[in-house]
């Protein structure tokens, strides 16, 4: 396997902290365990407003009738992480209305200062297909919370795998393996060969890449555009505790 150029940011979602150009940190207890668990203060669900943002987002037709929609959702905040947002991704005509969407969605979670991809295919009936003419994902509700540093869900660990465009996660996430967290799934963002997003997908996954003891399963996209270049792809796994 050769070092292309195949720059894949993979991001552990649930998994993110700034870490300002330090290596990733361990998560754990003084005798060596790891885990996660729920935010200490959860509190309930307020209105994002302007502290969630979607700050890229594109679209593409795939196939005869649907459509392959890929956004990143930055967090503003500079001391807040926003946990189990509410989302949904839908697909509008020139005047706003909608064409077609998809049912809501829980994003994990989005550390202060990055971004988390979210990725969807959403058909459409044929007839309806002219009318498409933008997508939008909206952000209604989250839980604001405070960075708890020693709880895994909070962790962050990204990857430039050595690989030849087969979207593949780069091997384990940590030294040792933590319980807690599961996989809700994962997702691809893709972009074209100047970088513009031009569309996105979830795929099924139920691998140990949260728990830290992955040893480099490639995704299985379905929906990839035409104008995608795979090597800018944006992979990133959900990861999630349980209550």
């Given at each position: 396997m050769t070092r292309g150029r195949f720059t894949v940011l993979v991001l552990a979602v649930a998994l993110v902290l700034v870490l300002s150009g330090s290596a990733a940190r361990h998560f754990g207890t003084e005798d060596g365990s790891c885990s996660a668990r729920l935010p200490q203060r959860l509190g309930n669900p307020i209105p994002v407003q302007d502290g969630l943002a979607v700050?890229?987002?594109?679209?593409?037709?795939?196939?005869?009738?649907?459509?392959?929609?890929?956004?990143?959702?930055?967090?503003?905040?500079?001391?807040?992480?926003?946990?189990?947002t509410s989302m949904s991704v839908r697909l509008l005509d020139a005047s706003g209305g909608v064409v077609a969407?998809?049912?809501?969605?829980?994003?994990?979670?989005?550390?202060?200062?990055?971004?988390?991809?979210?990725?969807?295919?959403?058909?459409?009936?044929?007839?309806?297909?002219?009318?498409?003419?933008?997508?939008?994902?909206?952000l209604s509700t989250t839980h604001w919370v405070t960075v708890e540093p020693e709880n895994r869900l909070f962790q962050r660990f990204d990857g430039v795998p050595e690989s030849d465009g087969d979207f593949l996660l780069p091997a384990n996430m940590g030294e040792v393996q933590c319980s807690?967290?599961?996989?809700?799934?994962?997702?691809?963002?893709?972009?074209?060969?100047s970088g513009r997003v031009v569309g996105g997908e979830s795929v099924l996954y139920s691998g140990e890449y949260c728990a830290g003891s992955h040893f480099g399963e490639s995704l299985s996209p379905r929906n990839v555009p035409e104008t995608a270049d795979p090597p800018r792809t944006t992979m990133a796994v959900y990861c999630d505790v349980g209550g």
């Open positions: 700050a890229e987002l594109g679209t593409s037709r795939v196939g005869a009738s649907a459509f392959s929609v890929g956004a990143l959702v930055a967090n503003r905040s500079p001391t807040w992480a926003a946990y189990r969407d998809l049912p809501s969605s829980t994003l994990p979670m989005v550390l202060p200062g990055a971004a988390l991809p979210v990725g969807a295919t959403i058909g459409v009936p044929p007839d309806r297909v002219p009318l498409v003419a933008r997508a939008e994902v909206v807690g967290l599961s996989a809700t799934g994962a997702v691809l963002v893709y972009r074209d060969a």
